[in-house]
């Protein structure tokens, strides 16, 4: 028996204009979690893609179960009992969670010719499910589940092929805490039979406790491989960085002045979303946003810029009452909004930079007002380029290309070019790692210093008291306090958190 289940040997591997991989390594033993852990843009999911058959690699090899081995594409890869979960879930909302599961692996029963076994496929799926602890039912569309449900769909999906190595892509990355404690569960079961788990997070809390070995890689390098035990998190970003880092968040010196935004009696037409809430922004504030899933505070923001309707309510802005109907009035009004699902709601993934840095303001780069003034949008998009690190090939790069906190930077770029005044910012660092966070705060911390007023909603803690200037709760779908000064504490703010209301 071979001491590993898996072994990827110098691989490397290239796209137009930026050598993504060059000579790296990674071992995966049975029966044990290996971190595999770098900045955004470090060739982490490259790397997996290459392992999933995504990506054909250029120079490497892959051994498995210590034999040579080609993986053609991903379907491939299953066959060879190699899973992947995905970071950006891709799901086919109109059809049932059985589909979904299943798809492209349909199990089939003959009459002459083939038809699709549904009787089979829904009693292994509710099998599945049931092993990560889910009782919805097989038929149900995926479509009416929660973006963490769906996270353990895709979890399910995994296991139910019988995969011996099995990626796992931020795979908390949308899941409540309780969620993450059923996943960790999952986790150590599969350890327990033997399989080889690749673990891709940027949450430091997580990795130490649940991984074996830590890999990390830095700018398509792999720079070492360690035991889980003998890292701590200054040595895990020292390695990741290249550089030591001493503080997580930035120095912050803006000043919150008059109010800017006074939202008061705002209720949902929905009558499970958000009620009766009302709070104010200053000019210069960071207002940051807590609560725990199902709290509305996505909700509500999109009321806010009109992407929700309301039933109540009244939104001043620099002392006058205006009137949201749908995006483009909060846009004409100064305020705009950097969406949750970065990939669903945010980029065009197929447009380049170009294109989704000017989409939003289109109309101030118009020519003789038919034609755009390609200089213009070329200028304002090297500008962000430089002033933002936007880490690219070219401005002609497709997007869905670049790495997470390089989109997250180009879509800040798209609303910068508006020049709002306020920006609502929902979970800017989501699936990002701890360089580009720092980068992200620095860009937030500015912005603030120039006068702009930023709500910044995120489901880390720590984030938001190392980031806020005062902080607003919400628990199901209501405003249950403020916190600021000396008050801002995680425990203060989870007893707010959860602090139901009718």
């Not at 990560?132 to 979890?155: A, T, Y």
């Not at 002045?257 to 939202?263: C, I, K, M, P, Y």
């Not at 997007?399 to 609502?424: E, F, H, M, T, Y």
């Not at 306090?481 to 009718?502: P, Y």
């Given at each position: ?117 549904h009787?089979?496929?829904y ?39 019988g ?7 931020e795979?908390t ?109 200053r ?37 006058k ?129 120039r006068?702009k ?14 980031m ?12 249950t ?22």
């Open positions: 028996m071979p001491d590993y289940l898996i072994e990827m040997n110098g691989i490397s591997k290239s796209f137009p204009g930026v050598k993504a991989l060059d000579g790296v390594n990674l071992k995966l033993r049975p029966g044990a979690v290996h971190a595999l852990m770098g900045e955004n843009g470090a060739g982490k999911s490259t790397l997996m893609k290459c392992l999933f058959g995504i990506y054909s690699m250029d120079e490497g090899e892959i051994l498995l179960n210590g034999q040579h081995t080609r993986i053609l594409n991903p379907f491939d890869a299953l066959k060879k009992g190699i899973a992947m979960v995905h970071q950006e879930l891709q799901p086919i909302p109109e059809r049932s969670i059985a589909e979904n599961m299943f798809c492209g692996r349909y199990p089939y029963k003959n009459f002459g010719i083939k038809v699709v076994d009787a089979r496929m009693q292994e799926t509710a099998a599945a499910l049931e092993r990560i602890g889910l009782n919805f039912d097989p038929r149900r569309k995926l479509g009416e589940l929660s973006v963490s449900q769906m996270q353990l769909i895709e979890i399910g999906k995994a296991i139910s092929v995969a011996k190595v099995i990626i796992m892509d795979p990355s949308s899941l409540t805490q309780a969620e993450v404690e059923t996943l960790f569960s999952i986790i150590n079961i599969l350890r327990n039979e033997g399989c080889a788990i690749v673990y891709i997070s940027h949450k430091m809390d997580e990795i130490l406790r649940i991984s074996d070995e830590v890999t990390i890689m830095r700018d398509g390098k792999y720079i070492g491989t360690w035991p889980a035990a003998e890292l701590t998190t200054d040595k895990i970003i020292t390695h990741m960085v290249g550089r030591q880092m001493t503080n997580l968040y930035p120095e912050r010196d803006n000043k919150p002045g008059e109010v800017v935004l006074t939202v008061a009696d705002y209720t949902s037409i929905h009558p499970k979303s958000f009620r009766n809430a009302g709070f104010t922004l000019k210069g504030e960071i207002l940051g946003i807590c609560g725990l899933v199902g709290a509305q505070r996505t909700e509500l923001m999109e009321g806010i810029f009109g992407l929700r309707a309301s039933v109540s309510g009244t939104v001043n802005y620099q002392g009452k205006i009137k949201i109907r749908r995006p483009k009035d909060a846009i004409d009004n100064g305020i705009a909004l950097l969406t949750e699902e970065r990939r669903a709601t945010g980029i065009f993934g197929v447009l380049s930079i170009s294109d989704n840095v000017a989409i939003a303001s289109l109309s101030k780069y118009l020519k003789y007002l038919i034609m755009l003034d390609g200089k213009k949008i070329n200028a304002l998009v090297h500008d962000n380029i430089k002033k933002l690190n936007i880490k690219t090939p070219s401005e002609k790069t497709q997007i869905q290309s670049l790495s997470g906190g390089n989109q997250q930077k180009v879509i800040i770029s798209r609303w910068l070019a508006n020049d709002p005044d306020i920006l609502i910012m929902d979970e800017p660092t989501r699936g990002i790692d701890v360089g580009a966070k720092y980068e992200i705060y620095t860009i937030i911390a500015d912005l603030a210093k006068g007023s930023i709500i910044m909603i995120s489901s880390e803690m720590q984030e938001i008291i190392g806020a200037d005062r902080v607003m709760v919400m628990c199901d779908g209501i405003i306090g403020f916190v600021e000064n000396d008050d801002m504490t995680q425990e203060k703010i989870m007893e707010l958190a959860t602090r139901f209301e009718n």
